[in-house]
Nanobody
Framework: EVQLVESGGGLVQAGGSLRLSCAAS????????IGWFRQAPGKEREGVSC????????YYADSVKGRFTISSDNAKNTVYLQMNSLKPEDTAVYYC???????????????WGQGTQVTVSS
């Protein structure tokens, strides 16, 4: 059974940092890309960052470039999203997802976690 479990969300002040984790199981980790997505109330789900587990290639949305860093620990089947210099507009539910294709389009992802709330106060 494929499982993706996010953790690390919470409440933080603007300018602060959080690190999200996505623990994966039930599929061959190295064959997939893992993406982070977020959805704020009343808005569509948007791609934040993704990483190709096999070669470490990473991509970021323009809105988070220079502030967020994605990484993977292949020994632990876990992908991290380090979020620095957080802004109130980063407030959303953050999801990780797995795809054989990658990219920042949610439509390309087959498997999803349950999400973790990130709230940034001003």
């Amino acid at each position: 059974e494929v499982q993706l479990v996010e953790s690390g969300g919470g409440l933080v002040q603007a300018g602060g940092s959080l690190r999200l984790s996505c623990a994966a199981s039930g599929f061959i980790f190295d064959d997939y890309a893992i993406g982070w997505f977020r959805q704020a109330p009343g808005k569509e789900r948007e791609g934040v960052s993704c990483i190709s587990v096999s070669d470490g290639s990473a991509y970021y949305a323009d809105s988070v470039k220079g502030r967020f860093t994605i990484s993977s620990d292949n020994a632990k089947n876990t992908v991290y999203l380090q979020m620095n210099s957080l802004k109130p507009e980063d407030t959303a539910v953050y999801y990780c997802a797995a795809s054989v294709w990658g990219g920042l389009d949610p439509a390309g992802y087959n498997y999803w976690g349950q999400g973790t709330q990130v709230t940034v106060s001003s």
